[in-house]
């Protein structure tokens, strides 16, 4: 019998981070993390879990640009998309009125990743292997179909891409074992948020090194001198030894991200991240120019292969960070993890967020197995709050992700938390703020 | 007594073109053009009014991102908001959490731009003049201050922009004059459309020659010999003297739009638009090389003036064609305008859609008296549909835009269009299809 997407909900997922100022930067002093999250049913009972990560309000846009998609999908023959990936995911992309509204960028691009996302998700779950193994397990051939090739053929061409993928099937197996043995490196940002006051920023620079971090990222761009005070209590912490990335999420124009920066050089730091807006590629190649040997990293607001494949034609960036629910869904990434290759730029995604960690580390991976072959100058970001609400979380020991087996993408949270952290229905936002904020503390 | 905004209404507002194939191109085959469409009331009894143009479905997503930002304007005092549009519109553009979902592109910045514009209607229309006249009037010092220079300072420097304005200020009355006396110039899409005839495609093009117009535009993209025949009807009919721009909505890589722009040169295209995604500055830079003499043309879908910024940068456009609701509001749209003037390209705003024409004047007007001072290579794209939904609708007269003088932005709709295309619950949309589909025939 045939088997069908039968119907779909979409959930309005905030959690009130902001009570405690984690993620707070220059850019972002206040936000509530959030998820637009999607559970799309299949007529056998079989769900996949797909979401956008938001930072609060907006995030009821997100859930209704999801809900613009479904039509898209419900009442199709799930083995039938299965099988062919590569063209639902430019079906979703590419439908001509909800295109008119990004292209590719933005709310309704990210809705189009989060359907693609879930239905990657569900095929997962039905091949009984974690999403990287999937992945992996594809044919060099099969892996170049998902992809749109359309906009990126001028810096990587689907035979390059064939190319890059054929040779990494050489030691798969061998990586693959390592994987499973010791995971994959990842770095903190647990220590860095703006709104942390000094004492807990050394107290928890320290304990990241304890934990086997060799690498902590410091918010920046939010007043000079307490970047300078900040950073220096940080190397004082961790000793020359540790790298320290810092991130002045986008706060800056050009030439103030190169005198900013710069005036940080002292401390050594390793990377400065998204110094500007995310779309100024030029703007990056620039600064990448006047801030050597400092490199420059971004990506997690680059909306579309398209960004990233200029980022790299222009030799803008040192670090690519992708971002797991930014763009169109795995297809794209997959798209710019083989960019990223071609290039040689190594790929250390975006993570923290909602759920973000347990994703990304899907694709990271992915691109160890199957495309980049190593993982030198590799590491995913990790934050460590909200993990508690998924099902399938992160587990980091001794500074690395822990390769999961569950199957699937870990996209799936638990049915109390989203009872719980509903908005605005949900005990999280009913209850007293003030008692709550308290409780949390 | 202090004016306050107290309530807004936004409307999922949407017309059945796609019956007709009304805006049909290579990307867009059967678009309803609609528009999320605000109205904000003051507690004096006034209404500004906004809109942000999209084809169909997801108009309810962009009706959503609207309302999402109404907690940011609704309560304020109307005297000092529009005592400070660049710190509105700042405010707005840079509220942290709905940023997030951008930042400064797609939905939620358009859904700003509906808020600014709006704001902007109200403040024309009790200064009781039209939009291009209130910025033409305002102080150089003033126009700058509506800017925020942030991430295109390295491209344009508020000085710059000042000396810019200053010059513009000579022989500023003689070319108001001058535009009230004999409009301002025009194209048409009128005869393009993909979907028309071969035979419609002649008569159009001949009676745009008929009606004045000395450049019209043709849809490209879907199919090379089409093209050719299509391109080969409409130079025989008006002739070597009319120009004919070409148009292909994206559909293009990089290499592909080079071959098949050139592979059209015979028929002496003008320029060549939306060759490849609006997204990628640098594949715009390199087909502007390969199909020389032939211009490039692109803007209605870049979603900032840091995209801008970057192809005028990179010498990647011939023509700029900013959109009146494609970024965010008249603020980035002036700013828009100082970038072009600063690179000498001329601005061609795109038009057409629903009330695009309406609004797009203004700011070519506006161009025209402050910033290029000329109407060299200046047109203002035309498309003869949807006007009469429009309380002050454009009037063409021999190939030019009439100089409109009813106060405002020319930005609101009539109650019984609003009543009969309101989405899904209009006449329009709740009678029998194929009787409406013959009735508009």
Not at 294 to 306: D, L, M, Y
């Amino acid at each position: 019998m045939t088997v069908t997407f039968v119907e779909a909900r979409v959930s309005d997922v905030r959690f009130p981070t902001s009570r405690l100022l984690d993620g707070s930067d220059a850019m972002n002093p206040n936000p509530d993390y959030s998820a637009a999250y999607l559970e799309l049913m299949t007529s056998d009972g079989e769900v996949g879990h797909g979401f956008v990560f938001t930072i609060g309000n907006g995030n009821d846009v997100q859930v209704a640009a999801i809900e613009a998609h479904l039509p898209l999908v419900i009442g199709r023959d799930v083995d039938e998309v299965l099988a062919d990936m590569g063209g639902f995911s430019r079906g979703l992309v590419g439908d001509s009125q909800l295109r008119w509204l990004g292209p590719e960028k933005g709310v309704i691009h990210m809705a189009a990743g989060a359907v693609i996302n879930a239905v990657w998700d569900l095929r997962a779950r039905r091949a009984g292997v974690p999403l990287w193994k999937l992945l992996a397990d594809l044919s060099p051939a099969e892996i170049v179909d998902l992809i749109d090739f359309r906009y990126i053929a001028d810096a990587l061409s689907k035979d390059e891409a064939l190319r890059i993928l054929e040779a990494g099937l050489d030691g798969r197996a061998d990586r693959e074992r390592l994987l499973l043995e010791s995971g994959y490196p990842a770095y903190t940002t647990t220590p860095g948020w703006l709104g942390y006051s000094d004492e807990k920023l050394a107290a928890l620079s320290s304990a990241a090194v304890d934990d086997g971090f060799d690498l902590i990222k410091l918010k920046v761009g939010a007043d000079p001198a307490g970047d300078h005070r900040r950073l220096g209590i940080a190397r004082d912490t961790v000793g020359p030894d540790v790298k320290i990335a810092i991130d002045a999420n986008q706060v800056w124009g050009v030439a103030d991200a190169i005198r900013s920066t710069n005036a940080l050089a002292e401390f050594d730091p390793y990377w400065i991240e998204e110094p500007t807006s995310p779309d100024d590629v030029v703007g990056h190649a620039t600064i990448r120019k006047g801030v050597a040997p400092i490199k420059v990293a971004t990506g997690e607001h680059a909306h579309n292969s398209i960004v990233f494949k200029q980022l790299l034609q222009l030799d803008a960036i040192d670090i690519l960070q992708l971002d797991a629910t930014r763009v169109g869904g795995v297809n794209e990434n997959i798209a710019i993890v083989l960019l990223a290759a071609k290039f040689g730029v190594p790929v250390c995604p975006h993570a923290g967020g909602v759920g973000l960690c347990e994703l990304v580390r899907h694709l990271s991976m992915f691109d160890f197995l199957a495309v980049s072959a190593t993982l030198e100058d590799r590491r995913i970001e990790y934050v460590d709050h909200l993990h508690e609400h998924f099902t399938d979380p992160v587990v980091i020991r001794t500074g690395r992700y822990v390769t999961p087996t569950a199957p699937g993408m870990s996209a799936q949270m638990h049915d109390a938390s989203l009872a719980e952290f509903i908005f605005p229905t949900g005990a999280a936002w009913t209850t007293d703020r003030t008692a709550e904020g308290a409780r949390h503390e």
